[in-house]
């Protein structure tokens, strides 16, 4: 599986931003997929995820404020970010899950500076 993120940027606080996150190669057997952030210093952490079945689930620090969707056809996940806070500045992570019998593999794409300014 191959991930490829874009969307990043500058934005001031109150702004928005759209993330997209392309996979290829096994999609198939692809469970979920998702978006994590780590700021300077601090570990990283799950922003957004969606399941194939299509649950999604978010950290409480952007529930009301950020949307995760995907595009079957295009095989593409999106991070719709609004309100956007100085906090939420960070590297963003495409994350790609498959659940296979020996275990749980990650995947992961090149990160996406979003830099919301005060």
């Known amino acids: 599986v191959q991930l490829q993120a874009s969307g990043g940027g500058l934005v001031q606080a109150g702004g928005s931003l759209r993330l997209s996150c392309a996979a290829s190669?096994?999609?198939?057997?692809?469970?979920?997929m998702g978006w994590y952030r780590q700021a300077p210093g601090k570990q990283r952490e799950l922003v957004a995820d969606i399941t194939r079945g299509g649950n999604t689930n978010y950290a409480d620090s952007v529930k009301g404020r950020f949307t995760i969707s995907r595009d079957s056809a295009k095989n593409t996940v999106y991070l719709q970010m609004n309100t956007l806070k100085p906090e939420d500045t960070a590297v963003y992570y495409c994350n790609a899950v498959q659940q296979r019998i020996t275990g749980r593999y990650d995947y992961w794409g090149q990160g996406t500076q979003v830099t919301v300014s005060s």
């Open positions: 190669g096994s999609i198939f057997s692809i469970n979920a």
